[in-house]
């Protein structure tokens, strides 16, 4: 039986651009593979790198805020499931769908937790340890509310559903751990990579408008590349990312071998071209994409505890570096030492064959739709949490939005 899903985007996917896009393709394959007729609706102006989603079979509209246009839209499809990309367009549409579609399903993509990105960011630039003064912002009393909202919130990160879980004490039956969904790679592809002697430079590689890539840019710039490259002088970093703006081409420096290379028009060739990728995130969340790929592709990595966050356990694994002088000498190491770094492709191989199996994940999503469709009324009845904020919201959010719309008109 065909059945109806709305994703209503925060931006048009952009899989070339950020992990966020590559996650919300995913999503759509794994819906289309459970028999839903997939409709992608988002009030955000496509850009040149936005990918066509009618080319896989996707219904494409346009929506806008504060519209009573939406109603009659969401009215028409009466989808059977709804999917909130990110927190922020569920307080905008949330209580259309909830009014418009009260049976409808609704499920929350985190993508990752903003609030956990904006209290380190802000502990970082404070220079102190995160703690609890920086977690509860207004950011998580936001998207928690939203959570609770929703009927079922997809997580990205095992260190996040902890988080959620033990600090928070948010209900399992309103969360999925639900990482990046990917396909295995077989013996046939990990042999046909380039090997350690074909391989050359390092690279870096991330969405610039994004705070944590660009902060850590600079750091490669300012501190780690210079450590290397006493040490390396004939070495180069190919810096990748889509929306270089003046501030990111300006670093760029032939003569000390800085190259910013902006937009990749295909990651897994300048991935697997490179011998390391060098990641140094200070500050962020959910899980790194430029990780997986550098492991898809064969490329060992060098990073940090937040960078390996929910993919490395073991945080004293020698390529998780967490001070300036570390992060500099492992890589070093990894660029010279051929046994280091086929040690550390192999254990990549591990991480993605052990920890991030699309079938097993697919799977236990299959079965948490099934059952909350089956049981919807008995699971909203035991959120009462989810209720009140349900009723509050749609009381003050309905109405602002309706005076925006009057005022608008």
Not at 112 to 120: I, K, P, V, Y
Not at 130 to 142: A, G, I, M, P
Not at 174 to 197: M, R, V, W
Not at 251 to 267: M, P, Q, S, T, Y
Request: contains cysteine; glycine residues 4%.
């Amino acid at each position: 039986m065909i059945q109806k899903l709305l994703i209503i985007g925060f931006v048009w996917p952009e899989p070339k651009s950020s992990a966020a896009g590559s996650r919300m393709l995913q999503l759509i394959i794994f819906f289309q593979s459970q028999n839903y007729e997939v409709t992608f609706a988002s009030a955000c102006a496509k850009s040149d790198n936005a990918f066509d989603v009618t080319t896989i079979g996707v219904k494409r509209e346009t929506i806008e805020l504060n519209n009573s246009n939406f109603d009659d839209f969401v009215t028409n499809l009466n989808p059977n499931v709804v999917v909130f990309d990110r927190f922020t367009t569920e307080e905008q549409f949330g209580w259309r769908v909830t009014t418009q579609c009260p049976n409808a399903l609704k499920i929350l993509d985190t993508e990752d937790l903003h609030f956990l990105r904006r209290a380190r960011q802000q502990a970082f630039k404070s220079q102190v340890e995160l703690s609890k003064e920086y977690l509860l912002n207004d950011t998580t009393k936001r998207e928690i509310a939203s959570i609770y909202r929703c009927d079922l919130s997809l997580i990205i990160s095992s260190a996040e559903m902890s988080l959620l879980q033990d600090t928070f004490d948010i209900e399992r039956s309103l969360l999925l751990y639900l990482p990046f969904l990917l396909e295995p790679i077989s013996e046939e592809k990990k042999e046909g990579f380039p090997n350690f002697e074909e391989r050359a430079h390092f690279i870096s590689i991330g969405n610039f408008l994004h705070e944590p890539n660009y902060n850590a840019l600079l750091y490669l710039k300012e501190t780690i590349w210079k450590g290397i490259r006493t040490k390396l002088p004939h070495a180069e970093l190919h810096n990748y990312g889509s929306y270089a703006s003046q501030k990111v081409t300006q670093l760029h420096n032939e003569k000390d071998g800085f190259l910013i290379k902006g937009f990749a028009e295909d990651v897994n060739e300048v991935m697997k071209s490179a011998k390391v990728l060098l990641a140094p995130i200070r500050f962020g969340a959910g899980l790194k994409g430029k990780l997986f790929d550098a492991m898809q592709n064969g490329t060992p990595y060098v990073s940090t505890s937040i960078g390996v966050e929910g993919i490395v356990d073991d945080v004293n694994k020698d390529f998780v570096c967490d001070t300036a002088q570390e992060f500099i000498n492992h890589s070093i190491k990894l660029y010279t030492d051929v046994s280091t770094w086929r040690q550390q492709q192999a254990y990549g191989f591990e991480i993605l064959d052990q920890q991030f199996s699309k079938s097993h994940f697919e799977d236990e999503f299959s079965l948490r739709l099934a059952q909350l469709s089956k049981t919807l009324t008995e699971h909203r009845q035991q959120n009462f949490i989810g209720q009140l904020l349900q009723h509050h919201t749609m009381q003050s959010t309905k109405y602002m939005s309706k005076w925006i719309e009057a005022k608008n008109s």
